[in-house]
């Protein structure tokens, strides 16, 4: 019997041992954004920022054109050397073949170098309708063909650039009008 209480008395133990909390080894936390993209009826909200992406200005003068899909082209002795480049991206909610009028605030606009005086001149503002069309001053109509009514169009153009600029970074803005009819 003393040995039953001997080993009863240890297998207690063992037990007792086991059913002790485990010390964590690690443990590590992250995190996560959150986001959701809502548009209102005859709204309209920016998905994304026209960017040219980074580019090397070469000795002679020259253009990065940007079509309304994001594909860039260059003249002169401009290198574009990467491929994060991607034009503005809008969203819109009207009725099914509801009529949209839209134009941007000039026809011409200045990218500033960051930390300096030097400028860029952003041209040829190009709407990614089907066919894609040049948009200016002028509102360009189109029409929902969307029966649920939302849409979504790009904004690209050109960037004139000419030798020699000084590096940094460049930055302007448009303004962009939608009107329902």
Do not use: C
């Not at 063992?14 to 993209?37: S, V």
């Not at 809502?38 to 253009?63: A, M, R, Y």
């Not at 066919?131 to 904004?155: A, E, H, K, S």
């Amino acid at each position: 019997m003393h040995s039953f209480k001997r080993i009863a008395g240890l297998l207690g133990a063992i037990l007792g041992l086991w059913m002790l909390p485990a010390n964590a080894l690690a443990q590590e936390t992250q995190t996560a954004d959150t986001q959701a993209f809502l548009v209102t009826p005859l709204s309209f909200v920016k998905q994304t920022d026209l960017d040219f992406g980074d580019i090397i200005p070469g000795n002679s003068d020259g253009e990065i054109v940007m079509d309304s899909a994001g594909n860039v082209s260059t003249t002169g002795g401009i290198i574009q050397i990467d491929g994060t480049q991607e034009p503005a991206r809008f969203w819109g909610y009207g009725q099914f073949l509801q009529t949209v009028l839209i134009n941007v605030n000039a026809n011409q606009h200045i990218l500033t170098r960051s930390g300096g005086t030097e400028t860029l001149v952003m041209d040829a503002i190009l709407i990614g309708s089907q066919p894609p069309i040049i948009i200016n001053t002028n509102p360009r109509r189109f029409r929902i063909v969307n029966p649920d009514g939302y849409f979504t169009f790009t904004i690209a153009g050109r960037l004139q650039v000419p030798s020699n600029t000084v590096p940094g970074f460049y930055e302007g803005q448009f303004a962009l009008t939608l009107e329902y009819e």
